[in-house]
């Protein structure tokens, strides 16, 4: 199946663009990727600057190994140790400087959610877990039964996000609404609400934020086209 996907798309593209179509298939093959739909949310029990440990369902856990990775608040982690309630996990410096984790304390909720297998639908967007950076609740608003977020960004992060394209806000896939210089929002339907740690959340509040990756690649290969044509 893929191999006709790979010619088919040879057809419609140009050779640059199948790099990236050849980085999605090994996405589709590979177990480290997640898709902003959260499994569960699970609450802190210890956090330092090196390691945290998170009091998650039981039918979650059967589910992990030690060495398999799940993402925390969208941060990919892996699992040193697990008892029957909890995990732990271990934190490098970049994750602890890249991240809104050491913001939280303990008893604070956070958003899990297990690896996807090539076999799973995708029902958000490619994510994995690798925080661009920290992100601040500057304003919340009810919209009939949804909620509008707006969030600030360093501004040398807006390049990566469109209208109506893909965010993973502490590690959930939302739809992006309205982009500015330093800021966009996204909506929050009241399933996303209900079922992740949002509705915790008040102005102020840092988030995780991963924009989306086919972005970076597309800016990637274009600067690279460019470079070899001067």
Not at 16 to 32: A, K, V
Not at 191 to 205: E, N, Q, S
């Amino acid at each position: 199946m893929y191999d006709t996907i790979s010619w088919d798309i040879s057809l419609a593209f140009p050779p640059e663009f199948l790099t990236l179509h050849q980085y999605m298939i090994h996405c589709q093959r590979s177990f480290i990727m997640f898709t902003g739909i959260i499994t569960e949310t699970g609450t802190i029990a210890q956090i330092s600057r090196s390691k945290i440990a998170i009091r998650a369902s039981r039918a979650l856990l059967r589910k992990l190994g030690i060495g398999d990775s799940i993402a925390v608040d969208g941060t990919c982690l892996t699992i040193a140790a697990k008892d029957r309630t909890s995990f732990t996990a271990d934190m490098m410096t970049e994750t602890a400087r890249r991240t809104a984790l050491l913001g939280l304390r303990r008893g604070n909720a956070v958003n899990l959610e297990i690896p996807t297998t090539p076999t799973s639908l995708l029902s958000g967007h490619i994510v994995h877990g690798h925080i661009d950076c920290t992100g601040v609740l500057k304003n919340i608003r009810q919209s009939g039964t949804n909620h509008i977020f707006s969030i600030s960004l360093p501004r040398t992060f807006t390049r990566y996000i469109v209208e109506k394209g893909s965010i993973a806000v502490n590690g959930i896939s939302l739809t992006i609404i309205s982009i500015r210089a330093s800021s966009f929002t996204v909506g929050i339907i009241p399933h996303t609400w209900k079922t992740t740690t949002l509705h915790k959340l008040r102005v102020g509040a840092s988030v995780n934020i991963e924009t989306d990756i086919i972005g970076k690649y597309i800016e990637k290969i274009i600067k690279n086209t460019h470079y070899e044509k001067h």
